[in-house]
């Protein structure tokens, strides 16, 4: 076997390794640092977050999210990808509605806001998910470093993680929720604020593993929560409740 059959055996052997004892992967960042201004005014209503709708699957685009792993060639080219199949077993959508209402309620943007079903509520707001998309370069360089070291026992297998350590790739990153409508608790629609769209671009930091896309995708996830609930708190102001 010469040199570079040897290296893709080792890189394959770490892959099924790393496999075989992957984690579960969850829809979470921390709010405990979200702040609001104090002089932003308090829209004084109750409101549910209904779970959100989940049209994901029904998008072409996305069909390689529910049918492969996290790592995934195209065109001859390795990609990391958030794979449906490593999230934990708690359905991602019921997920980013819980992060989504913890998130209002930081950013005090109502009175009070609770999750999916709350009857003392006069107000739900409603959406559809359909784009929660993360991808990017598999880091073949850093790869193969890690290879290398493994053939050199912990001497090795150090070396090559101070190599790894702090690796970025090329990605992108599209989370997309639809349909947004504020009712009444009669189902009398207040406001439909549309769609909400953002694609990030950029180079993220990236592992042998693939698990990195995952807290990446999370990490704009916050971002576009903090960006949506700014837009529904402007286009409230002003509208008879």
Excluded at 119 to 137: A, V
Excluded at 157 to 177: D, F, N, R, V
């Amino acid at each position: 076997m010469n040199t570079k059959h040897y290296l893709t055996a080792i890189l394959v052997l770490v892959a099924v390794l790393l496999t075989a004892c992957a984690p579960s992967q969850y829809v979470i960042y921390s709010v405990n640092n979200i702040t609001t201004s104090g002089t932003l005014e308090v829209i004084p209503i109750n409101v549910s977050i209904k779970i959100l709708t989940d049209n994901r699957a029904n998008i072409k685009e996305n069909e390689i999210l529910f049918t492969n792993s996290q790592s995934i060639i195209i065109d001859r080219k390795r990609y990391c990808i958030n794979s449906e199949k490593y999230y934990n077993k708690a359905v991602v959508v019921n997920q980013i509605t819980q992060l989504l209402v913890e998130h209002f309620k930081k950013a005090k943007v109502f009175t009070n806001v609770s999750y999916h079903e709350d009857l003392d509520n006069d107000y739900y707001l409603t959406g559809t998910l359909s784009n929660f998309y993360g991808e990017q370069d598999y880091p073949e360089a850093a790869g193969a470093v890690m290879a290398t070291g493994m053939m050199f026992g912990a001497i090795g297998g150090a070396i090559a993680a101070a190599a790894t350590s702090g690796a970025k790739t090329p990605g992108k990153i599209i989370i997309e929720i639809t349909d947004i409508k504020l009712f009444r608790k009669d189902g009398a629609l207040v406001k439909d604020f549309g769609d909400f769209y953002k694609e990030y671009e950029g180079d993220f930091p990236a592992n042998t593993s693939c698990w990195c896309i995952y807290q990446n995708v999370n990490e704009k996830l916050r971002d576009f929560n903090t960006q949506l609930i700014e837009k529904i708190r402007y286009e409230l102001l002003g509208v008879k409740l």
